[in-house]
């Protein structure tokens, strides 16, 4: 028997409520003023709100964690290669008012310093003598560097142009192409330590005496008492006037952590002041991922999923299915794995019984929140054993189903048909046999009667 493949297509349960948006949830009590934003598991790579996520903002000082990633990727050792401060470097950065370290030309530094100070104080000209170096004295050749790793890394919406983030509108990046990028970045140890300090000691120079700078990221500083999450670990801020507050960030709380990215955060409330909502909107979305959200099974083995239809089975024509696994998502913590939308796929419309409990039968794809999860072996949930009878029955069935049982049988039929037509004609010859001896028998007696009352009669003839 040919065997068929089937699929059966079930859904285990009504989801509470609607459905959420494929790989993200809707934070309660947060106010995302940022006008992109990104939230993710970043120890599962998994996305759990976004907002605008490939949207082309400007990434202001953001644009140095790559230019920290190129230095870090060209150069193992940057503690032990010295770099001097130029005009070339320095002098595009004069009258712009941007952050600075106060780097003068003619200054020495390793490369180790120009990037703790770039990342830490947020200082361009740290920045510009980094590209300047490692760019061959030629800044462009380190700004091409930065767009070709960003080809590398997939970032499909970004384009650098310098390596500060100073305002250009061909400068552009998106949230999501931000969080793959600090994803890479954060592998590398030298990167999470400088990012994650809350100050530098920058060494004595041939021209500065020992300087100590603070991090901008006040989210990861107690000192800043207003903006403080204890729980929060670097990674850069960012700004103009353009780009708004932006900020990338990380925190992490019982074995799991975040990654945030904010992009153009407001500048100024409704008064007119000044404002850092950045720090805020990026506490609560971690406050509420953390209190809300949890990894853990999003299906259960227990619950019957379908029905396999069931060959030659004693009682029965079906066996009730389970799952032969969980597997294990983001979810809410209300969340309960009778939400799990399954979709079965049998191996075959029927099987034979006996069947086994815990023998395969299908496949099935297990989604939560309309995102597929994975897919996990269907099972039998109970035995089913074999009817001796019904085998019987469906053999006697399938043998007089053949052709060439039913070619006998025909002519079997055509042969009996003969023999009764034969039969009924013996029958009927045999009465009209019956019923010419009758007549004859008949006209004797009459004859006989006749000759009795006329004896010349009977004589003469």
């Not at 300047?132 to 030629?138: I, N, P, Q, R, S």
């Not at 969340?335 to 399954?342: E, F, G, I, K």
Request: hydrophobic fraction near 40%.
């Amino acid at each position: 028997m040919k065997r068929l493949i089937v699929s059966l297509v079930l859904t285990v349960s009504l989801l509470i409520g609607s459905i959420l948006p494929v790989a993200a949830f809707t934070p309660t009590d947060v106010n995302v003023s940022a006008e992109a934003a990104l939230l993710a598991d970043l120890g599962r790579d998994t996305v759990v709100f976004e907002k605008n996520a490939d949207a082309k903002m400007y990434p202001a000082s953001l644009t140095k964690i790559m230019t920290a990633v190129v230095v870090m990727d060209e150069c193992a050792d940057p503690a032990s290669v010295s770099v001097e401060a130029t005009f070339d470097a320095l002098d595009p950065l004069y009258g712009t008012d941007s952050s600075i370290f106060g780097l003068e030309m003619g200054e020495v530094m390793n490369a180790y310093d120009l990037l703790a100070l770039m990342m830490i104080q947020s200082a361009n000209d740290a920045a510009n003598v980094l590209a300047y170096h490692f760019g061959g004295e030629d800044i462009d050749a380190f700004i091409a560097k930065m767009n070709q790793k960003a080809a590398d890394l997939g970032l499909t919406n970004t384009h650098y142009v310098n390596a500060h983030g100073l305002h250009d509108s061909d400068h552009y990046t998106t949230a999501r192409d931000l969080y793959t990028l600090t994803k890479y970045a954060l592998e590398k140890p030298m990167f999470r330590d400088i990012v994650t300090s809350l100050y530098y000691e920058a060494p004595e120079t041939n021209v500065h005496w020992e300087q100590v700078v603070e991090t901008t990221v006040f989210l990861q500083d107690p000192d800043e008492e207003e903006y403080y999450y204890e729980y929060a670990k670097g990674v850069k801020t960012g700004y103009t006037d353009p780009a708004g507050r932006c900020l990338v960030s990380t925190a992490e709380k019982d074995g799991t952590t975040y990654l945030c990215v904010l992009l153009k955060c407001p500048v100024e409330d409704a008064d007119g002041n000044y404002v850092r909502e950045e720090f805020g909107v990026s506490k609560g979305l971690y406050e509420w991922a953390f209190n809300t959200l949890e990894y853990r099974a999003v299906n259960d083995t227990a619950s019957t999923v379908g029905h396999q239809n069931v060959l030659y089975g004693k009682d029965t024509e079906q066996v009730a299915v389970h799952l032969n696994g969980t597997l294990e998502s983001i979810v809410e913590k209300a969340y309960t794995t009778d939400q799990a939308q399954v979709q079965v796929t049998f191996d075959a419309e029927a099987v034979e019984a006996p069947i086994v409990k815990g023998q395969k039968l299908g496949t099935a794809t297990v989604s939560a929140y309309g995102k597929e999860i994975g897919t996990v072996e269907v099972v039998a949930a109970t035995d089913v054993q074999k009817d001796g009878w019904k085998v019987f029955a469906a053999g006697v069935k399938s043998f007089f189903s053949l052709t060439i049982v039913k070619v006998v049988l025909w002519i079997l039929g055509i042969l009996v048909l003969l023999f009764m037509l034969f039969v009924l004609y013996c029958f009927w010859c045999r009465a009209r046999n019956r019923r010419r001896r009758k007549r004859r028998a008949e006209e004797r007696r009459r004859r006989a009667e006749q000759a009795n009352r006329n004896p010349f009669d009977v004589e003469n003839k």
